[in-house]
């Protein structure tokens, strides 16, 4: 009577054990597929320093858009309710120049009348988008794709510097052409898409003298997977950052984890973010 107590329970345990692991693999499969990947992270900053005239802004990161789901639906229904005054796409839009199509289906979700403002990544050059259609596709949807390039943005009674820095792995970034003829008296917003660049525009800014209110990046996804918060991997590029906030005495730079994957389809412990900043 013993002996059969003793095996029931034993099997009870193992069956215990099993529907436990393979719940917990589901429970990973699901986060790792799905929850990281569609639900998105919206996060806010106020920037503004009190300021009573605040400008919102949106920042979008490595889209790697191939096709239409519905949780980019739900982001443009986001943006949209948001109102903000600009949105950023901080490069790699698209993985290929299949893929512009596609991006000119969700553009054209969000209002025509938010104005955007985009750069290059790497995936952008290495898929073989054509700056050229890439650029009109943007202007289409009252955009610019800013290469080492500027543009002053008026919102209300103020202007910002907006300054677009080609990619660092396959461009030509010059963060001293992209600065050419700006108001040094207005805040500027620098647009990187590889985080390792940041150590240069420092060092070019530091005999500029403009004022770098934020650097937006990209590039990284975050880690794309980590474990208790580490990143196993950042792609060339990242630099010494991974995600969220960097500051020094020069500049603050925030590392958007981003939209999209790229490799594996899938995140962990790093979820897919859009950001909001009142500047």
């Not at 917990?24 to 919206?42: A, H, K, P, T």
């Not at 981003?258 to 009142?278: H, K, Y």
Request: with cysteine; proline share 3%.
């Amino acid at each position: 009577m013993n002996i059969l107590k003793t095996k029931r329970s034993t099997m009870s345990r193992r069956k215990f054990l099993l529907t436990f692991f393979l719940g917990s693999m589901g429970l990973v499969f699901l986060d790792s597929f799905w929850l990281e990947r569609y639900i998105i992270d919206w996060k806010e900053f106020d920037i503004s320093e009190g300021s009573e005239n605040k400008i919102k802004l949106i920042h979008l990161s490595d889209l790697h858009i191939n096709s239409i789901k519905s949780f980019h639906k739900t982001m443009a229904e986001r943006i949209n309710n948001e109102r903000p005054d600009a949105l950023f796409v901080t490069g790699d839009s698209v993985n290929s120049k299949r893929g512009v199509p596609i991006l000119d289906a969700f553009l054209s979700m969000i209002d025509y009348d938010i104005p955007k403002f985009a750069i290059m990544g790497n995936v952008d050059y290495t898929g073989r988008v054509n700056s050229a259609t890439l650029r009109e596709t943007y202007k289409k949807h009252n955009g610019k794709l800013l290469i080492n390039q500027n543009h002053k943005l008026k919102v209300r009674d103020r202007t910002v510097n907006i300054v677009g820095v080609d990619d660092y792995l396959c461009g030509y970034p010059d963060f001293l052409k992209a600065s050419r003829d700006l108001d040094l008296s207005v805040d500027t917003i620098v647009l990187n898409h590889c985080p390792a660049y940041r150590d240069e525009i420092d060092a070019i800014n530091a005999k500029l003298g403009q004022k770098i209110k934020l650097i937006l990046s990209g590039h990284t996804h975050g880690g794309q997977i980590t474990f208790f918060g580490k990143a196993i991997f950042t792609p060339h590029g990242s630099g010494n950052y991974v995600k969220g906030w960097y500051k020094n005495a020069l500049s603050s730079l925030y590392v958007s984890k981003g939209i999209g994957t790229r490799g594996l389809p899938l995140r962990f412990g790093s979820r897919a973010e859009a950001i909001i900043f009142q500047v």
